[in-house]
T-cell receptor
Framework: GDSVTQMEGPVTLSEEAFLTINCTYT??????LFWYVQYPGEGLQLLLK???ADDKGSNKGFEATYRKETTSFHLEKGSVQVSDSAVYFC?????????????WGAGTKLIIKP | GAVVSQHPSRVICKSGTSVKIECRSL??????MFWYRQFPKQSLMLMAT?????????EQGVEKDKFLINHASLTLSTLTVTSAHPEDSSFYIC?????????????FGDGTRLSIL
């Protein structure tokens, strides 16, 4: 079945460091891909999305490119801030599901130290 | 942007009480709403999917008589945890999606922290 695999956390970086959180997927068909962020004690917020191969989603300095050849959607940011500390979830929208439910990665906790 | 309001944000109640959680899409019509449960330090577990005017579709292992879902309008869905027990304590999150198609993102409420004593 469809699945999403994220790198395990926590990921701990210093402020202004470069961030990469790996995400790979398996899916039948052509899924849409999403990154969501969950700040402590809060619900999830959509961070960015890409709906077809080679699309690049971007928001708040974060970027991710839909790579069909490597079935990946890695999240990157050039210079992280303390306020980026959160849990990041990669997800795909199951193309064969009539409700297009999301298939979730396990989440990666990001800790940014000043 | 699309806003989903979830209420209440926190509930503490005695065992045996029924608890209702509301999920509203404030500035868009939600054709589909989803209810999730999240355990500490874990990812989201989909409980059920509901389409307006239809019965909810529950995931395997989720008791539909325990977790009653009503999606009465395009802007409101409710989850009622009936006769709640301590093992039902969790973080419940709803999401809503406007329009059909997999490229439409889900928009999430801020979650409800349910604690059963």
């Amino acid at each position: 079945g469809d699945s999403v695999t994220q790198m395990e956390g926590p990921v701990t970086l210093s402020e202004e460091a470069f961030l990469t959180i790996n995400c790979t997927y398996t899916a039948t068909g052509y899924p849409s891909l999403f990154w969501y962020v969950q700040y402590p004690g809060e619900g999830l917020q959509l961070l960015l999305k890409a709906t077809k191969a080679d699309d690049k989603g971007s928001n708040k300095g974060f970027e991710a490119t839909y790579r069909k050849e490597t079935t990946s959607f890695h999240l990157e940011k050039g210079s992280v801030q303390v306020s980026d500390s959160a849990v990041y979830f990669c997800a795909l929208s199951a193309p064969m599901d009539s409700n297009y439910q999301l298939i979730w990665g396990a989440g990666t906790k990001l800790i940014i130290k000043p | 942007g699309a806003v989903v309001s979830q209420h209440p944000s926190r509930v503490i109640c005695k065992s045996g009480t029924s608890v209702k959680i509301e999920c509203r899409s404030l500035d868009f019509q939600a054709t589909t709403m989803f209810w999730y449960r999240q355990f500490p330090k874990q990812s989201l577990m989909l409980m059920a999917t509901s389409n307006e005017g239809s019965k909810a579709t529950y995931e395997q292992g989720v008791e539909k008589d325990k977790f009653l879902i009503n999606h009465a309008s395009l802007t409101l869905s409710t989850l009622t945890v009936t006769s709640a027990h301590p093992e039902d304590s969790s973080f419940y999150i709803c999401s809503a999606r406007g329009g059909a198609g997999g490229n439409q993102p889900q928009h999430f409420g801020d979650g409800t922290r349910l604690s059963i004593l």
